[in-house]
Each structure stands twice: as C-alpha cells, then as structure tokens.
C-alpha cells in the first residue's frame, strides 16, 4: 500500500512542478503592449492626444526618434491645443476600436507674429508641466490622465519625429506559480519518504523469524571460541552492513529537495500571491471645489520654474542694464522702476540696482483658476541669501497661450506681516473682478482711496477703511516729504516751495481670492513732489539730487521740477459686511521719473 500511495504523491508532484513551470514558461503572456504612431512628418508639430495615452491602462513609455533635435513636453490638452491654434499640426487620436489614427489640422486662429515668420520653438514654455529634449531618439516614462496630452517636435521649424510609439506594461504576474511548485516539491518529497518506507517494510518481511518457547538446550561453550575471543578474532555482524545501506538510503530524498529548490531559484516575487495587508490611510481634511470651477493655471511645479526663469531672465537684465531682456518677464508697474533704475545706473556708477528677484525658495503658490486668457499667478519667495534677507511678493500674468509669465507687480512682504488663508495651489483661487461689490472697496478703487489717505491723512474719507496704524509705507511716505521739505530749506530758504501730491496709477490692478471671501489686491500707485520758486529771480538747482539731475539732463530751472514715485502695493481687502479693515501686506517703492516743471 505504501507504494501505491508513492506512485500518487509523484503523480501529484509532477502535476503541479508541471503546472507551476508551465506558467512561467509556455502560458506566461506578454509582459508588454505597443501602438506605433506613424506620422507623414510634413507638420513641425504631432498632438498625441490624452485617449491615446490612456487607451491601455497603466504607465505609458513614449519612445521618438527623428533625424536631429528632439522635443517631447506634455500638459493639460485644452493648454496645448491653445498654444498651437494658430499654426499646423497633426494631430494623434483614438477611435471607436481603440486603433490610432492621425488627422491634419489647420489653424483655427489669426497666426502670431512668431509663427508667420517661421515657427516658434517649443523649448521652455511656461504651458508645459514638463519637457525633455534628446538628439536622434528620445524615450521617456510618464503616467498621464486624459485630460493631459503630448505635443512632439524638433526645433518649432523642421517637421516633428515621424516615428513615435508608446508603450504599456501588461501584468504578466503568476501568482501560483510558486505556491504549486513549492506544493509539487513537498508531494515529491512525500512520495520518496512513501517509497523508502515500503521498500524497507518488505525487506523486513522477507528475515527469518524466531520461534518462543521451549528455550534451546543450554550448551557448555567450547573453549575453541574462547581462545578466539582471547585473541581478539571477531566475526562480522551483519547488521552493521545493513546499517551502512539504510544511511545511503537516506540520503536519496536530498536531490528531490534540491529538485525544488533550483525550480525556486528562478522564480520572482510575482510568482507569488500577494497578501500584505494596506495600510489603513489617515485621514485628512476635505478640500471642496465649487462645482464647475476650472483648474488652476498652473501646478505647484510649474511655478518653480516659472519664478526661477523669471529670477534668472532679470538678474541678466539687470547685469546688462537691458530694458529689453528685462521686458521678456517683466510688465506694468515693475518693468518701469527697472528701465528708470538702468537709466540711473547707466549715468551714475555708485547708484545701486533694484532688489534681484529671488527662485527659491517658492513659500506660496497661488494660481488663478480659469481656462481662457490671461491668467494669473501669485507666488511668495524668500531670498536665500543669510546677508539680505527679503521675501518678495510677486503677481504675474500671461496675456495669451503664447507669452510667458511676466511678473506686473513686485514687492517687499514686512517680517510681521500675516497673510491671510489661501487656498492650496492644486485648488487655486478666483480672480476678483476689478469693479467687484462683493469686497469692503472694489478693487479698482483701491489705489485711488489709498492715494487720497496719503494726500490727506486721517481726514480721508478713506482713512476709515484702512489699517493706517500698522502701515508702515504710509510712515515712509511721510518721513520722505519731511527729508524734502528739509533739502529745500536748507538750500532755497524763502525762495521755493515743495508740494506733495499721490494719485492711482495707471496699472490695471491684480485681485484673487481668499478662503475667506476678502482678495489680495496688488495696485499702483504714483507720489509726486514738485519743487518750484516763488519769485521770479530763483531756480531751483540740483547739486544735492544728481538722480534727478540725470534723468531731467538739466541742473537747474527756473520753473522746477516734478520727481514721480511708484509704489506697488499688496492689500488685504476682506469680504463686504466684514469688520476687518483693509491692511498692507507687503509694497516697493522707487523713483519713476523726474521732469522740468512747465
């Protein structure tokens, strides 16, 4: 019986050691799938759309070759067919059976200037999340949405790569695999040690029995055999042969085990069922998104690198003294101190440049949420540098899909300052309407109310609104008009006369939303100081004011002279009904222009 039940424990050993190598071998399946992307190569552009990527489930390998410079980026879909409306591409798509097709496709928009003179490059665009670039071939692992797609070119000029192919990975695991040949080497096993036993059993049946009693008749013992004893002569035993062959015997079960353990040796983890247990995930608050509300204009990481290219374009600017290059990221309000700061520098050596704008680190993000142009972004930056320690408060904005990011509106946040709750930069924020009803003072309103504050002080039918005991411009301001009234006494005591005037300027202010309902509000506004004579035979000189006297290219008149100032101003602005007054959060004041009085 012993052998019948061996002959069964290899049979089942055999069944499944055949079973588990057969799923590693003849019945594993592709650990891969691929769709070929075969394009006439006439567009400077392929859109390989989010169904494509997302057409087989997993994450998608993309591999382009093409006779020189290679460009691949992805982003939003709605992001990228924005930025190539006004030129041809040929776009990629999936139909109805899943199989990959390519359409050509017109611009739907007026060209920009870029593109009617011969292609736009790609290369570090502000709509990207990300980019690669290669010579000859390109391969790159991504995991996409399909609300994201990838656009493929050259140099923005010679037509895109024509072969591109994306890849999937299949689950080609076999679980069972292990625990069937682990199972087969146990039964092989079992087999053996059923084997061995019954070989043994007949053995042991076929030995001569003794019969019992009557006991044999005691005989004398011979003297003969006692001699030999004597002499050590010793007969062999033979049970001490059998005992040798039963440790040989033994020894056959190694090799069944060591059969297993080598078939195991091959097999990976995904060979074998998983079966750790998740961990249970910690809960965290609940952020909601008004219902039907757009994305934000742009990740967290895209506004790294956008502030980090807008850091390094104006620190070249500003080593240049290039109003040009600094125009390339910068507008508004900010743009003008720096080509009235290149201005100064250029004429006076010793006259210092503006704050540099700093990369990193990136503190806050605060994107706009929205689908159309333009858009804006806020971002907090503190200075990595330990000797000038500054955070810089920047709104930036891009007009259409094809500008950059250009920073409007640069400031200085206090150390004291507390911002108010924002929103997290995956959710974003609203953009507050310049004529909004909704907050204390409409932000288009702003700069005007401020301006009068400044012009009128406590007697401002503004003042009211307004945190004006913690504004710490509004000192400056005023410590400034006291150092000017004194410059003036002191050289044309009783023969001139300043006067201070502060007005909005011409800048279109900058809202987005807080979690509370309130909006930061970034506006411009504009400090004039006039210095005229007060009788016909006196000018007014300039030997102490070489600014003015270098942007005016006069040293003295006999009318005066006007020097403007331009401050850009970040507030608080709670919500209507709110008991909060408007506060300062953070400004940049610098000298604009100056000019002989009419």
């Known amino acids: 019986m012993r052998f019948v039940w061996a002959v069964v424990a290899f049979v089942i050993a055999a069944a499944m050691i055949g079973a588990g190598i057969a799923q590693r071998t003849v019945f594993q399946g592709p650990s891969e799938t691929t769709k070929a992307v075969q394009t006439e190569g006439a567009s400077a552009y392929t859109l390989i759309d989010g ?14 070759e093409g006779d020189g410079a290679v460009f691949l980026s992805y982003g939003r879909t709605a992001d990228l067919k924005a930025w190539l409306a006004d030129v041809d591409y040929t776009a990629v798509t999936v139909n109805g059976e899943g199989e990959v097709q ?72 076999t679980p069972w695999a292990g625990p069937l040949i682990v199972g087969g080497g146990i039964a092989l096993l079992a087999g053996i040690v059923l084997y061995l036993l019954g070989i043994r059993h007949v053995r042991r049946s ?141 004429a006076l050596p010793d006259r210092p440049a503006l704050p540099a704008i700093p990369s990193e680190p990136v503190q806050i993000t605060l994107p706009q949420t929205t689908g159309s142009w333009p858009r804006s972004l806020m971002t907090v ?125 011409p800048a279109t202010p900058i809202a987005l939303a807080t979690l509370d309902t309130g909006a930061i509000v970034a506006v411009n506004v504009y400090e004039s100081d006039t210095a005229k004579p007060t009788n016909a035979d006196a000018v007014i000189k300039l030997d102490n004011n070489p600014a003015v006297k270098a942007l005016t290219g006069v040293d003295q008149s006999a009318t005066g002279f006007t020097t403007t100032y331009s401050d850009q101003v970040f507030f608080y602005v709670p919500s209507q009904g709110s008991d909060d007054k408007i506060r300062l959060l953070g400004y940049r004041s610098s000298l604009l222009e100056a000019k002989v009085s009419p």
């Open 51 to 64: 169904s494509v990527l997302t057409s087989v489930p997993g994450a998608q390998t993309l591999r382009v």
């Open 102 to 173: 390519t359409a050509d496709q017109a611009p739907t928009v007026t060209p920009a200037s870029a593109a009617t003179t011969g292609g736009r490059s790609p290369i570090d665009n502000d709509l990207w999340l990300d980019e690669f670039e290669q010579t000859g071939s390109l391969s790159t692992t991504l995991q996409l949405p399909s609300d994201m797609s990838v656009l493929v070119a050259s140099d923005g000029t010679a037509p895109a790569p024509a072969n591109v192919s994306v890849t999937w990975p299949i689950d080609d695991s």
């Open 206 to 346: 076929r030995r001569p029995r003794r019969k019992g009693l009557p006991l044999p008749v005691t005989e004398p013992i011979s003297i003969a055999e006692s001699d030999a004893a004597a002499k050590g002569v010793v007969s062999e035993s033979p049970s001490r042969r059998s005992s040798g062959s039963r440790g040989r015997r033994a020894l056959v079960a190694v090799p069944a085990l060591g059969v297993s353990v080598a078939l195991l040796a091959g097999c990976s983890a995904d060979a074998w069922p998983q079966f750790a247990a998740s961990e249970t995930p910690t809960p965290t608050p609940t952020v909601v998104v008004p219902e039907g509300q757009f994305p934000p204009a742009v990740t967290e990481a895209q506004a790294k690198r956008i502030v980090s290219r807008v850091s390094s374009t104006v620190a070249s600017a500003d080593a240049a003294l290039d109003q040009n290059a600094a125009a390339q990221r910068l507008s508004g309000p900010a743009l003008a101190e720096r080509a009235t700061n290149y201005t100064l520098r250029a």
């Open 381 to 505: 930056v503190e200075s990595a540098d330990a000797a000038t320690p500054t955070t810089t408060i920047m709104m930036m904005t891009q007009e259409t899909p094809w500008d950059d990011y250009k920073a409007s509106y640069v400031g200085n946040l206090e150390a004291s300052t507390n911002l108010p709750e924002l929103a997290a930069p995956y959710v974003g924020a609203t953009q507050v309407p310049p004529d909004s009803s909704f907050l204390t003072l409409a932000p288009e309103k702003v700069a005007a109310a401020y301006a009068d504050i400044i012009n009128n002080g406590e007697n401002s039918a503004s003042a009211p609104l307004f945190d004006t005991g913690n504004d710490l411009l509004l000192s400056a301001i005023q410590d400034n008009k006291t150092k000017r009234t004194d410059e003036l006494n002191q050289t044309g005591a009783g023969t001139a006369e300043i006067s201070f005037a502060a007005s909005a300027g």
